[in-house]
């Protein structure tokens, strides 16, 4: 059993494979994407760590001369997915990789503690660490980038200004943002996602309006991160953002003490304590239990729980106060014996939307960091439950982008598995799961 999951895993990033990298869903998602290449790198560790090694390379190949590293690099040209490089127009600012267009936004800064693992996996640790040592200053520059860009108050959290920043693209979090919006232009334009999946497991057409005003209004500045913080009417210090930006000051301090390299740990020192301050003096709500978004433009706290309200438990941020408000929380509303573990939006909000992309379905990328997290802080219990549900729909169901969290679903042979097939990171996350 175990032996077909993983087969059929490999067979997946194979076939995704473009020389170099990996694309995270054939038609849909037809370029390299920024978050999916650092999960995929986890999985590729486990079956050829050249493979991982090149994912990283051909991504950070596209890095901007600031630091940057953008959400996607255009290696490829494809018409399947809207809006592409002509769209996006990455070259408007000045510092953009004159090698490959890109976009001119980024996602959540996975790449650090992505190295922490590629080295926990590899079997000649020597060679790895070397790898490391020519590409760790890179990702320590992008750090650099967004503290030094992002940060306006000094706070140890960063900021996002566009929702596909965050990966999670269409959550009830950003409702109220768009509420804040209401006299913007109507755009034309033509979507290619609900070319390949049904509308109804997708953002609306009226989200998508607001997603690509976001874009025109960075692209009117130039995407100069200043005129961004200044004019964009988005921007949030996201829980998952900045927990995997904690996560991965954690892991450079780590790789950099055994590099044996000192000149940046400091620094990388200092920022953590800052934002694991601020996570949960500014960001963790008590009575709800979780840590929350916060609206930088309209100042204010956007009380709901997501399953990025869960995700600095992948780092040190909880202490022993929030830990416990964290489970009690997540016992009572995501963990219930009626669901799969864990749902990406509250299920007990009436906002909840079982089988619409992050406004309930389950992911991947996000299972693999909560579990991780419940066993850094000592729920190996919780862990395991989280774990055996990941395996089980992808068993049952396949290798799907995301999943209607009901064990029960009321439609007899419909299936729990929704979006794209075939998906890059699920089939890499599965492997270190199996693992
Ligand atoms: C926009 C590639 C990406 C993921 C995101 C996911 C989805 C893109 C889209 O696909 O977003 O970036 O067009 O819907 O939300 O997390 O990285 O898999």
Redesign the pocket.
Known sequence: MKETLVEKAKTILKNNNQGGFTI??EG??PFQ????SGFIAVGLAHIDIELAKEELQSLLDAQWENGFIP??VFHNDSDS?FPGPDFHLSKLHKDASKKYRTTGMT?PPVLGFVLQEMYRIAEDKEATLKFIDTIIDKIYKKHEYLYNNRDPKNEGLVYIWHN?E????NSPIWDEVWETMSDIPQYTFERK?TTHIDASQ??SNKEYNYYIHLIEVAKAGNYEESVIAEKSPFLIQDPLFNAMLLASNEALIDLYKQLGREERISQLEEWTLKTKQSLNEKLFDEELGAYMHYDLRNEKRIQKITSSSYAPLFSSAPEEKQLKLILESYNQKFATSNLYACASFDPTHEDFNPKK??RGPI?V?LNWLIYKGLLKHNQPELANNIKTDTIELIEKFGFY?YFNPHREISTENESNGCG?VN???SAALILDILK
Do not use: K
């Open positions: 995270p869903c849909l998602y994407w920024n978050w999916d959400h996607i997915y996602q596909w965050s990966g999670t693209d996602d997708r953002p992309y992050w992911w990328n982008e794209g998906f890059s990171w």
